[in-house]
């Protein structure tokens, strides 16, 4: 007699039940997978990045010298930054510079960018952005010396002044209360145009030719065509050299040590130098821990308005 084998008959799943709940499972899987391939990078981050963060916001919270034990101090050197007319100054100095590091660069380099894109088949353009950028390859200690040389009593800027006949203009630039920080900000300006310019460039190169087509069919000249396809195609790009021009001339150092160290007076002190005087030539390492984390959160609110002018997915 041949046995029968009952397959067993599947339940029928009455109407209405749930049915997504193995979709959920395998999502939960894929999920904690993606944190396994993140975790090598968070506890990078975790460990040279937020436990660093930590330490310099608790010793800010003392005051101390870096050799003897610390004291309580509280909020007391962060109440301290709005009190001293110097570091006051420094952090008013740096907004200044955002002026000659972000604002006039990007000005300049939207014009250079429309010009040597409308030129591009001509000879030299090539060589001539190249040689646009080729201050963000060079080290920052030698821009900075071979600024100060330019900008000394007998250095190539007053020697040419006084060619042509404005020998009462010529000074020493960095050495004058009045010039200095301009001074100091014009060459950022010459550092961050190349890469504004960079970035305006690649832009425009993803801009749809069938826009400017139809520009040209409307009888758009070549400023109308700028400010009609051009600049808003743009924005994308705009918004990340404001971000990262903000954020270097906020966090300027290396070219004020080396051209002014802060001076003349405090004409050129700024926030990352006070961090660096107080911690290393004063021994107030817990106020320079203060004015870190203080920069750190300007920095960041600065970053986050940003972030808020940039187009969104369905925008672009």
Known sequence: MAATAHRPTARKRPAG?????PVRRRGRVIQWKGYLYALP???????FLLVPLGQLVQISLFHWDG?????????????EIAR?????????HSFVLILFFSVIPIA?????????????????????????FLPQVVAMVVTATAWTAIYAPDGVLNTALRAIGLETVARPWLGDFSTALPAVGLIGTWLEIGLCLVLFIAGIGQIPAELYEAAKLDGAGPVREFFAVTLPGLRGQITVALTLTVIAALRTFDLVYVATHGGPGNATSLPAYEVYNR?????????????????????LLLTFLITKVQPQEDET
């Open 279 to 299: 911690a290393f030539g004063t021994g107030q390492v817990g106020s320079a821990c203060a004015i870190a984390v203080t920069l750190t959160a300007v920095i």
């Open 84 to 92: 001293d007319p110097q570091l006051r100054a420094g952090f008013l």
């Open 108 to 132: 300049l380099a939207l014009v250079l960018a429309a010009v040597t894109t409308r030129a591009g088949r001509l000879r030299g353009v090539s060589v001539f952005r190249a040689m646009i």
């Open 17 to 21: 039940a749930p049915t997504r709940e």
């Open 67 to 79: 050799i003897s034990v610390s004291t309580w101090a509280g909020f007391d050197n962060y109440t």
């Open 41 to 47: 990078a968070l506890t990078v981050l975790t460990v």
